[in-house]
């Protein structure tokens, strides 16, 4: 499930009084636009990018901040690495003197997207405490309500992924998809598709899972994502296992097709 922070921002998620499961997997962004409508979508905004080439235009790393409570990462670009033909994320101990003992990578894009399907090929990393994850989000930091569609794999556990979404900061909508197979020893292709009035989750272009309802988020968002290890969380992630590290998180390719009826 996606969902790192200035103090202020902090502060406003301790007041929302959220549960470690309905954290959102990105809060600082570092560009600030006004809030778009996910409806204001354009045919030419479809993309589909593989990483053969390295880093993609239209996207960054994450680089140089980290999100306070439950991220037990330091964002940093080198974290964020191409080889084989493939994207990888790694979570890896910090190697500059600082509180936070751990580094993470986080891939995104710098536009916002709408309505449309989302789809990447990706191999989530197997370790006790970590988050591997597929998501749109926008927030606070974009001048924007804080709107996100999660895929997330808990590295515990990860014959499962978890699916999440939330409208205006409101989540708990969690679910638990049991996959049948072991999703961190090959890549399969996972994505979701953000209509008005619902959301549906594909595994293998398979439809697993709907809601539909009238809390479906409306702002246009970034795609990302990003691989952490979480402290405080470990009735959710379990204790953050380091004996492994580096530890990485694969792509091959994502992929957006937007719904422009």
């Known amino acids: 499930m ?13 007041a929302l009084s959220i549960t470690p499961t309905v954290i959102p997997n990105s809060i600082v962004t570092p560009s600030i636009v006004m809030a778009a409508p996910a409806s204001d979508v354009k045919a030419s905004e479809a993309f589909e990018v593989n990483f053969q080439n390295g880093m993609p235009k239209g996207f960054e790393a994450s680089d140089g901040w980290t999100n306070g409570y439950m991220f037990n990462v330091n964002w940093h670009k080198e974290n964020v690495t191409f080889d084989g033909g493939n994207l990888q994320l790694i979570i890896d101990k910090e190697k500059k003197a600082d509180k936070i003992p751990y580094s993470g990578g986080e891939f995104r894009s710098k536009d916002f997207y709408g309505y449309g399907k989302y789809e990447v090929s990706m191999k989530p990393i197997k370790n ?14 974009d001048n924007n309500p804080w709107d996100e569609i999660d895929i997330e794999f808990l590295g515990k556990d990860t014959t499962k992924v978890q ?32 209509h008005k009035d619902k959301i549906i989750w594909f595994v293998d272009g398979k439809e697993v899972y709907r809601l539909e309802g009238t809390t479906i988020p409306v702002t246009k968002a970034k795609l990302m994502m990003n691989a952490w290890c979480g402290t405080g969380v470990d009735e959710w992630l379990n204790a953050f296992d380091d004996k492994n590290l580096p530890v990485k998180a694969e792509y091959q390719w994502i992929k957006y097709t937007p719904f422009t009826e």
């Open 2 to 14: 996606s969902l790192k922070k200035k103090a202020i921002v902090s502060t406003m998620l301790m």
């Open 163 to 194: 699916f999440n979404y939330f409208r205006d900061g409101k989540g708990g909508h969690e679910y638990l998809y049991d996959l049948g197979f072991d999703a961190s020893e090959s890549f399969h292709t996972y994505g979701f598709e953000w």
């Open 128 to 141: 006790d405490g970590v988050v591997s994850s597929f998501f749109t989000y926008t927030g606070p930091s």
